[in-house]
């Protein structure tokens, strides 16, 4: 059996054949795009593997039983399995034709067949790189790999990590069968580069299609990949190519090849650090390149690419699985009034999905905080919080819901004022006092005269806690751990001084309009001139004596 595909023989079809990456690079070489020389260890060439050493027996005793939920008896249950695979004799047929597509690659390059050539070695899973979910990252990839041996040895190092707990436990939650999945492994000639990164044909975090977002840094490209550096962001218009935003990351370190085979980490000196690593010229190239890309696909694409004397290289590319359409539409019962007046200082700028993830609770606890302290329940079977656009916005009607029992116009009042407790409202807070408005007014006061000696008990205890993670020995705990704490310090412990903060914002906003409402009977023209003038004489506050 034929165990090997060049680069020229695969196409976007072949995915089971030499997995997602294999396949994309064909498809690419095959399109004239600037993709360096290569060939593919097919999934068959795996199987036969698994079949020779008999492995299927090891790997389903070693997974029996077992839950994902359980992360340490994973590590160790695919750790078995990894084992007994890189133990294993690799079959002859296979190995032959893996190292004389090797020695064509050097003739290719220019050089001898048998010359030394430096390769990547990359996993290609044939569940990988698929319009609906990206596997991408689950399995191994090695750099600056050298001579025959090394090849063969990595090669299997990637058949194994098919079986990482991270691929295990990914597969398992993206509800697909071990059994189904094979690996193909790619073979491409190292391109050295100068700078590296990461492009996207459509704005991740905007969903934006009209816009190129590119990440760049000095070095190979996995200091981004790996999350070692904070890369150059540079977002361009694809109409015209207009360099929208630049924002030039702290690139301290970077990873070349080291001498004898591997890569190695070097600090960058502080001069370089700063510098754009792509200017403007060849910025507009590279979107050129990846405009290319994606009207080959015909759809927005992630792309890993390289540069090295004077040319930009692709190294891979696969669909971007994440990217949002339009906003959703909301279900008929929770539309209603969305405002992000608040927020429109706060957060310019779209949010990222990880942060949403963590601002929309915390708005929704501050609200929830706000109208129990003032004696008030909060309307459930509405959301408070919406997001559109990758920005929050408080739901009106949630807010106007809770305060129901206070007369309209002092309702009315306080939903604005709650909406946007920064702007400009109407003088003083005119209605019936109701029941829930003489409710609201005295645990008002009463909150006001205890909060000041809470305070310093509350912003203690935040510190303690915060003292008491710092001191934690990370590498001693599991990732859900770790997570937890995350959780922790955010929903719970910095959400409990967020609620105060808020609530003070909106009890601030309140009395203000009280006062108003005093005045205006002796100073009905004035009301604002004196309330300025009123509250500019309080002593011991930051920003009164910053605004003096």
């Known amino acids: ?15 089971n054949l030499v997995g997602g990456k294999g396949a994309n690079l064909g498809e690419m070489t095959r399109a004239k795009l600037p993709v360096p020389p290569g060939f593919s260890l097919t999934a068959d060439a795996y199987r036969a593997f698994i079949r020779a050493a008999d492995a299927q027996s090891t790997i389903a005793r070693a997974l029996a039983g077992l839950s994902i939920d359980d992360t340490l008896r994973v590590e160790k249950q695919t750790q078995i399995i990894r084992d007994f695979l890189i133990a294993q004799e690799m079959p002859r047929d296979i190995a032959a034709q893996a190292l004389a597509s090797y020695r064509a690659l050097a003739k290719e390059l220019g050089g001898r067949a048998s010359a030394i050539i430096p390769v990547a070695v990359r996993s290609s899973a044939t569940a990988e790189d698929l319009p609906t979910a990206s596997f991408a990252g689950q399995q191994d990839t090695y750099l600056n790999i050298r001579g025959d041996a090394e090849l063969l040895a990595h090669v299997k190092q990637c058949w194994a990590s098919l079986w990482t707990a991270r691929a295990v436990t990914y597969r398992v939650k993206q509800k697909f069968d071990h059994d189904l999945v094979a ?50 962001t540079v977002t ?26 591997g890569t190695v980490e070097l600090e960058i000196e502080s001069a370089r650090r700063n510098l754009p690593a792509l200017n403007d010229a060849q910025l507009f190239e590279l979107a050129r390149v990846s405009e290319r890309i994606e009207a080959h696909y015909k759809m ?69 905080f706000t109208f129990q302290t003032l004696g008030f329940k ?9 997001v559109f656009h990758h920005q929050p916005y408080f739901h009106r009607e949630y807010i106007a819901g809770a305060l129901k029992p206070l007369s309209a116009p002092v309702r009315e009042r306080l939903v604005a004022q709650i909406v946007n407790p920064f702007g400009h409202q109407a003088r003083g807070m005119h209605g019936e006092f109701s029941r829930a408005y003489l409710g609201l007014v005295i645990r008002l006061i009463r909150f006001m005269t205890a909060f000041p000696k809470k305070l310093p008990g509350l912003i203690a205890e935040y510190r303690a806690r915060i003292n008491a993670v710092n001191a ?6 599991r990732d859900a751990e770790i997570v937890a704490q995350v959780r922790a310090l955010t929903l719970r412990d910095a959400s409990r001084l967020l609620n105060y903060d808020f609530l003070m914002i909106a009890l601030i906003g309140i009395t203000y309009q009280m006062l108003g409402t005093l005045l205006e009977k002796y100073f009905p023209a004035d009301n604002e001139e004196v309330r300025a003038k009123l509250i500019s004489g309080v002593t011991g506050n930051v920003t009164m004596e910053t605004n003096k």
């Open 300 to 368: 927005p694409m992630d792309i890993e690419w390289a540069f090295a004397n004077g040319k930009f290289f692709i190294l891979q590319a696969r669909p971007i699985t994440t990217l949002s359409g339009q906003p959703q539409e909301l279900p008929l019962q929770n539309r209603g009034e969305y405002n992000r007046t608040m927020f429109i200082e706060i957060f310019p700028d779209p949010l990222s999905p990880i942060f949403l993830s963590v601002i929309a609770p915390l708005f929704h606890s501050m609200l929830d």
């Open 472 to 477: 934690l020995e990370l590498q001693g705990l």
């Open 236 to 261: 361009l218009d694809k109409r015209d190519g207009k360099i929208l935003s630049r924002a030039i990351g702290a690139k301290e370190r970077e990873i070349k090849y080291a001498p004898n085979g």
């Open 183 to 232: 690996l193909a492994v790619v073979v491409q000639a190292m391109i050295d580069s100068e700078v590296a990164g990461i492009l996207f044909t459509a704005n991740p975090v905007n969903g934006n299609r009209d816009q190129v977002v590119i990440n760049a840094s000095w070095g190979l490209g996995e200091a981004i990949v790996s999350g070692m550096v904070n890369p150059d």
């Open 1 to 15: 059996m034929n165990y090997v595909r060049t680069f020229e023989q695969c196409n976007v079809n072949d995915v």
């Open 378 to 386: 909060s309307a459930r079977a509405i959301p408070a919080i919406g």
